[in-house]
């Protein structure tokens, strides 16, 4: 399976604790993207890298939130001192944007996150 | 500010009849649109997608038809099968593809 994977799917922590995600995007695709989504609500941007530049930042990133994309591959979303109002699905997608063809952005199954 | 928006959160629809799902959006430099679909549990799966130099986009049962001068894209999905039950998603993005927005979703059943 090719596809964009992202590792845990799930995660409970208690409010306080720190988490990290992580995020394999498709091989080939050059632009990686964090979005959350909670209930009822479209996927939201949250910053996007071109390679392992991270070009772009939502306002709802907070101080908390931080992302890496250390080699142009797989990326990880840190958060720090988790709040209740952090529980959301994070999904990760993954995008090549250039050339003749660009291709569509792919999305992984996602972290589903509770903050107990 | 919401710049993507499907008004309908739910539609039912017959086995074999046409689903028509709409989506309107704000931001006139919106050059790319996209339609997922998204099942419990998972990650929203691409569909297709429409570029602003073209009005319509078929692929199978799915047709994209856009509207650049009301702001309103939609999807129909003909016919419709009880399988394609499902949250579907529009989004848009500019040229640049640097964000992608996207709407709150509109639930989709079919009833066989």
């Known amino acids: 399976d090719t596809g964009v994977s992202q590792d845990p799917r799930h995660k409970i922590t208690k409010r306080g604790q720190n988490v990290t995600f992580r995020c394999d995007p498709i091989?080939?695709?050059?632009?990686l993207y964090w979005y959350r989504q909670t209930l009822g609500q479209g996927p939201e941007f949250l910053t996007y890298?071109?390679?392992?530049?991270?070009?772009?930042k939502s306002r709802l990133l907070s101080d908390r939130f931080s992302a890496e994309r250390p080699k142009g591959s797989f990326s990880t979303l840190e958060i720090q001192r988790t709040e209740q109002g952090d529980s959301a699905m994070y999904l990760c997608?993954?995008?090549?944007?250039?050339?003749?063809?660009?291709?569509?952005?792919?999305f992984g199954p996602g972290t589903r996150l509770t903050v107990l | 500010d919401q710049q993507v928006k499907q008004n309908s959160p739910s539609l039912s629809v017959q086995e074999g009849r046409i689903s028509i799902l709409n989506c309107d959006y704000t931001n006139s430099m919106f050059d790319y649109f996209l339609w997922y679909k998204k099942y419990p549990a998972e990650g929203p799966t691409f569909l297709i997608s429409?570029?602003?130099?073209?009005d319509k986009n078929e692929d199978g049962r799915f047709t994209v038809f856009l509207n650049k001068s009301a702001k309103h894209l939609s999807l129909h999905i003909v016919p419709s099968q009880p399988g394609d039950s499902a949250v579907y998603f529009c989004a848009a993005s500019e040229y640049n593809f640097n964000k992608f927005y996207f709407g709150s979703g509109t639930k989709l059943n079919v009833k066989p």
């Open positions: 997608a993954s995008h090549f944007v250039g050339g003749p063809s660009t291709d569509t952005q792919y």
């Open positions: 091989s080939e695709h050059n632009r």
């Open positions: 890298f071109q390679n392992e530049a991270q070009l772009e």
């Open positions: 429409i570029s602003s130099i073209k």
